[in-house]
């Protein structure tokens, strides 16, 4: 009998349609309802950038469809079967809800990846945080990859996509080592520094690996995307970057948001619309680089630390 390995594919989740996005923004804000003009700004921001359809849902069933045919692709019949599940933060399934349906399909041996290469405990620590409990309640043996900024082939694909974009804006006459090449994720409290936590410095290390890997000399790090909240959050913001960029002369702007790996709300509204639109404001050409999706490169990352964390489990294969 074939052994078989569940894999929890984890993501923050979106709502599946207009009328689930109070209750996702309620689940968010911990059981606090937005306000009604609250809730009318992000259901503006939604229909500003696909007409009430989210992409970022299919997106994300696509990779994990994807994952698990490249984890099996040319398995050999003493190879563990790979089946993955769904577990979002903020959204159905969610993370408990995919290691229930591993436990009712009789998976003992699980693994779990966050689509998000760079670890924090405020971020991917909770996706573990909750999956492992879960799965202890399950009975499940569940290892967890915890980041995988520096895997050799995710630096390729993301470098690929930079080199894409700058080859377009010199099509369109500048000079590549004009253009600005802004490294971006998703800000966090700036009280994760006083923690210790490892968040900045594997982004500020993936982006000098993909500086690096293609000879980018005129590149900085900025932030996005920052909650609303009272404490403060990890900055310059890419909007203020950009100012100040402009103050500088910077005419030729290409955007890489290395934090995220789908076309996410905060990549669709925030740097092509929000950002776009200050772009046009400041008379200044922004590019952003493709998001990986479901890249076969990506998945080839996501398939190599999934069977890496797999051998450590405790899998029969008899």
Known sequence: MTAKIGVLVMSYGTPESMDGVEEYYTDIRHGNPPSPEQLKE???????????????????????????????????PEEPQYVCYQGLKHARPFIEDG???????????????????????????????????????CGIELEAVESYHLHPQLIEVL????????????????????????????????????MGDPYRDQLLETSQAIADKTGVKNWQFT???????????????????MKELSEAQVKYVLSAPIGFVSDHLEVLYDLDIEAQALAADLDMRLMRIESLNSDPGYMD??????????????VSRA
């Open 223 to 241: 932030w996005q995307s920052a909650g609303r909240t009272s404490e403060p959050w990890l900055g310059p913001d890419i909007l203020d970057t």
């Open 42 to 76: 992000l259901k503006d921001r939604y229909e500003a950038i696909v007409g009430g359809v989210f992409p970022l849902r299919e997106n994300t069933d696509r990779q994990v469809e994807a994952l698990q045919e490249t984890l099996n692709r040319g398995r050999s």
């Open 301 to 314: 990352v996501l398939s190599d630390v999934v069977r890496k964390k797999a051998g450590e489990l405790k």
């Open 159 to 194: 470098s690929r996509r930079v080199a894409v974009k700058l080859d377009a804006f010199e099509e369109t006459g500048a000079v590549r080592g004009d253009v600005k090449v802004l490294f971006s994720a998703h800000s966090l409290p700036e009280r994760i520094l006083a």
């Open 99 to 137: 290691v229930e349906a591993m436990a009712k399909d009789g998976i003992k041996h699980a693994v779990g990846v966050v689509l998000a290469p760079h670890y924090s405990v405020m971020s991917v620590g909770i996706y573990i945080k909750r999956a492992k409990k879960k799965a202890e309640e």
